[in-house]
């Protein structure tokens, strides 16, 4: 059984840094994807940045590129997220999830409906 539990969530002030964690316990090596979604209060679930879990390759939505590195520690089965330059529009609950039933490929590795396993979420709030 496949659970994900987040961490690293806080208040921090716009232009700061973040780094969260993701412990994946259960989850096979395989490649498929693995990422982080976020959620704003009263707006929908967007995607923030998958990896393919074995393999390593990164995709990142229009906002994150630049700010945001997507990584993973295979051996501890532990997904990141550095977040940089945090701006209050990255004001969300965050949260990881894994898809091992899908492919590394577009739209898959980026529409949540995919991703079977989900964490509680951890939240970021970033004041101005």
């Known amino acids: 059984q496949v659970q994900m539990v987040e961490s690293g969530g806080g208040l921090v002030q716009a232009g700061g840094s973040l780094r969260l964690s993701c412990t994946a316990s259960?989850?096979?090596?395989?490649?498929?994807?693995v990422g982080w979604f976020r959620q704003a209060p009263g707006q929908e679930r967007e995607f923030v940045a998958s990896?393919?879990?074995?393999?390593?390759?990164?995709y990142y939505s229009e906002f994150a590129k630049d700010r945001f590195t997507i990584s993973r520690d295979i051996p501890k089965n532990v997904l990141f997220l550095e977040m940089n330059n945090l701006k209050p529009d990255d004001t969300a609950t965050y949260y990881c999830a894994a898809a091992p039933e899908v492919p590394w490929h577009d739209p898959w590795y980026s529409n949540g409906h995919y991703f079977d396993y989900w964490g509680q979420g951890t939240q970021v709030t970033v004041s101005s």
């Open positions: 990896i393919k879990w074995s393999g390593g390759e990164t």
């Open positions: 259960g989850l096979t090596l395989g490649p498929y994807p």
